[in-house]
């Protein structure tokens, strides 16, 4: 393509349109910006607003909407695509929130059931840790009702729940069992049987501790270990050991 050097030289500007000279072409410093999101066309726009010195007529210039500016202002424009809030988040959260309330659901229905059920209870707690109540310390969980009743009776409230009366096996229950009971005399897992002490899992008594008396039952005083008759009404411990981890 050729030009003809007779029209090199510059065409006027046209009617009504701005010229070069009447745009302001002025950087926008960064803390004189106002900038303003709009969304238009589905695209994000700004404006910028910038106080510029007096122009040739004597009257304020200003950059704003619609207006021109140079390479170098912080006016930016940006696709609307990048910009726009995703629509998938309140469906997500909304699935998060129903199985969060399913799982608690679950959760509550399944402790109502064990608290309905001793035995079923007893079970879940050599599972999943002591039941409500129970104390536990080294993987053992102990329990104390402070109802009074017969070393029989007192056994076999213990194993509806999943326990036996307690065995002391271990020289550091003996202590905490007594401050676990307080000054009151409790039955525990100890009894004759054919002229020998025998624990209510029916293993041997190994003489870890002391016992006083020829009786046939085996309970814990403040001080000391001893025996009675089986038909005496004294509070029990009850205890059973977690399953190994």
């Known amino acids: 393509m050729r030009f003809d050097p007779a029209f090199d030289d510059p065409l006027p500007a046209l009617t009504g349109a701005p010229g070069p000279e009447s745009l302001h072409h002025v950087p926008l410093a960064p803390e004189s910006v106002t900038t303003l999101w709009q969304e238009n066309n589905g695209s994000y726009v700004t404006e910028g607003v910038q106080e510029q010195p007096l122009d040739e007529a004597g009257s304020p210039g200003r950059v704003g909407r619609g207006s021109a500016v140079s390479a170098g202002t912080n006016v930016c424009v940006l696709i609307g695509e990048l910009c726009r809030p995703r629509q998938w988040h309140l469906p997500v959260l909304a699935v998060s ?72 096996k271990r020289e550091w229950e003996v202590p905490f069992l007594r401050r676990l009971k307080g000054s009151t005399d409790c039955w525990f897992g100890l009894r004759r049987q054919d002229g020998r002490l025998v624990w209510a899992d ?21 001080n000391h270990f001893s025996t009675s008759s089986c038909s005496q009404l004294r509070p029990y411990i009850c205890s059973v050991a977690l399953a190994p981890l």
């Open 97 to 168: 929130v129903a199985i969060n309330v399913v799982l608690l659901v679950c959760i509550a229905a399944r402790a109502a059931s064990w608290r309905s059920d001793p035995q079923t209870a007893g079970t879940a707690a050599t599972v999943l840790g002591c039941q409500d109540g129970w104390i536990g310390y080294r993987r053992i969980c102990y329990y104390v009702p402070w109802e009074k009743g017969s070393w029989e009776s007192s056994q076999r409230a213990c194993s509806s729940l999943g326990a036996s009366l307690a065995v002391l």
């Open 202 to 222: 029916d293993t041997v008594y190994n003489g870890t501790f002391l016992v006083h008396g020829q009786g046939a039952c085996a309970y814990m005083s403040d």
